[in-house]
């Protein structure tokens, strides 16, 4: 067999079939914003890897620190032992998030960080002898990862709740904000939430949330406002906040974090994607001191998880190099220049009679279709135009490197556009 024939026979990839008729490209090697295919052929690369390559692939800074821990170890387990990457990398993850998160937990994806999340939530009201507060208020067209705690605060239509719905968890949902970003919030909105707050607020743990860009449910940005009024309901029903900030952590919005654009921090915040620069999986779920503290005072006394590969010194030293690296640049520049790059470019896609909107923000940029696009046809075009674009749905979307230049961005564009000014004929 060779190469291609034993991937297409053995080997799941996300969401497919395993006799898929879909084609998936085999990479040789990844540089900069280019990845090089076995055949020979550069793709400039629209998707850092699913939110994570903020740097670019292969960077000769993040290279020589991961060598050199290699040298060192590249794993130690975290029962009863510490290392220096674990130590810099918290260092550096409390001084960069919002002022009242303190405590780390490490996990390797970013499911688990959910999964973590909403045990820490549990356990806390746990620990102040709220036992019935164990629900989770989660919006409409979230994705919170593929593990059965975070399907079940995943969107119920696109997290196929239907199919598990004998084991999934039932929590509580409400629709996705309708108020865009950039806008008042709605009074609906807000009516929905604190509606459900009232009702439910002595059995519920959490609201859970992506912070102002819904990723993988709908590629939707929402009011800032609405997070700012979700953040004090939470506090008058007694109610925790849990912001996911796997896809929208480490600049990817404008902001370092997203919940910056409102001004407010959560009790509970996930990390993970870009956070080590793309280079290693590793996640983080970070709380509060007096979060930390009712658990410690509750039974067990101890939080109850603890994986195997947590804290991995080499993802952790490739997160410390990506942080140092993200702030060491002029990143907030950079990404405001993609930002009005994107902007400019994508605007005219509003004309296309096929297109239904256009929405840009930071280096995020949507053209959600009127209808599903054909994946496999429009995937080819995308390739033979030298560009990685992976499309989901009616959504079409980059979300460049933040080292990518003004040229090959402008590339990006020009196919993305060109492509589907080609779908309309
Ligand atoms: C990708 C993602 C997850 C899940 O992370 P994995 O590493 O794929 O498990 C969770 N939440 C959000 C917002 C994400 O974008």
Known sequence: M????????????????????????????????????????????????????????????????????????????????????????TERLVKITPEPLEKVFYSDSGSVAVEVAMKIAIQYWHGKAQTDKHKFIALRSAYHGDTFAAMSVSDPETGMHSLFNDVLIKQIFIDQPGSRFGESCQQNDINQLESVLKNHGDDVAALIMEPIVQGAGGMWFYSADFLRQAKSLCEKYNVLLILDEIATGFGRTGKLFACEHANISPDIMCVGKALTGGYMTLAATLTTQEISDTIDQGEPGVFMHGPTFMANPLACTAACSSIDLLLSSDWENSIKQIEMQLSNGLEQCKEFQHVNDVRILGAIGVVEMKQAVNMKTITEKFVNAGVWIRPFGKLVYLMPPYTISAQELDTLIQALVLVLKEQQQ
Request: hydrophobic share 35%; charged share 15%.
């Open 2 to 89: 060779n190469d291609s024939s034993i991937d297409h026979h053995h080997i799941w990839h996300p969401y497919s079939a395993m006799n898929s008729p879909f084609p998936v490209y085999e990479v040789e090697s990844a540089e900069g914003v280019y990845l090089t295919l076995k055949d020979g052929r550069k793709l400039i690369d629209g998707m850092s890897s699913w939110w994570c390559m903020i740097h670019g692939y292969n960077h000769p800074t993040m290279n020589a620190a991961i060598e050199s821990q290699l040298k060192k170890m590249s794993h130690v387990m975290f029962g009863g032992l510490t290392h220096e990457p674990a130590i810099k990398l």
